[in-house]
């Protein structure tokens, strides 16, 4: 369950990303390109720090 809960997390952080307009990604350091790249992996896929 808690694994579930997590992705859902992350799922909705890459949609999130993917709805900021391209001032806010500057100040993030992201290009459009980054963020529509982020917000199309899979839930599975997180960085390993995120794991534990």
């Known amino acids: 369950m ?9 799922f909705r952080q890459r949609h999130a990303l993917n709805t900021l307009d391209d001032h ?13 790249a982020e917000a199309r992996r899979a839930v599975w896929d997180a960085p390993s720090h995120w794991r534990h």
Do not use: F, M, P
């Open 24 to 36: 806010a990604l500057k100040d993030l350091g992201l290009t459009r390109e980054q963020a529509e």
């Open 2 to 10: 808690a694994r579930l809960i997590a992705w859902n997390g992350l």
